[in-house]
């Protein structure tokens, strides 16, 4: 997709009503054409900023470059996007931090199941 604020915005919102998970790769850091955070946010109604903040301490642990990554993690109705980084490496690894809890996050937004709020 190209670096287009807009039409990023427009494919995460046609994504997210039809997908529970919509995830992005690149267009995070600081170069004039990473705008993926920015149309993240106009489609997000909530942040989950614990996710984003979790890919980039992991990334920061094997690069410094990951001080400049961006991304964004939020919901938008029952559907979580998040953005991951543009690198293979980057991408897989951030992949890898979410993995244990994205289940979890799915049920919640999902309303299947929500632990702290069940009748014993």
């Not at 670096?3 to 690149?26: C, F, H, K, W, Y």
Request: charged content about 25%.
């Amino acid at each position: 997709m190209p670096d287009d604020r807009a039409r990023i915005s427009a494919a995460l919102e046609r994504l997210a009503g039809s997908n529970r998970l919509v995830l992005t790769t690149g267009g995070t850091g600081f170069a004039p054409r990473d705008v993926t955070p920015e149309a993240t946010s106009v489609v997000i109604e909530r942040e989950a900023p614990g996710i984003a903040e979790a890919i980039r301490a992991d990334s920061i642990a094997k690069t410094p470059h990951a001080l400049l990554s961006r991304g964004r993690a939020g919901i938008v109705e029952r559907t979580l996007i998040v953005n991951l980084p543009g690198s293979p490496g980057g991408c897989r690894d951030g992949f890898d931090v979410i993995r244990p809890a994205l289940a979890h996050a799915l049920e919640l937004l999902a309303g299947e199941r929500d632990v702290h709020h069940r009748q014993t």
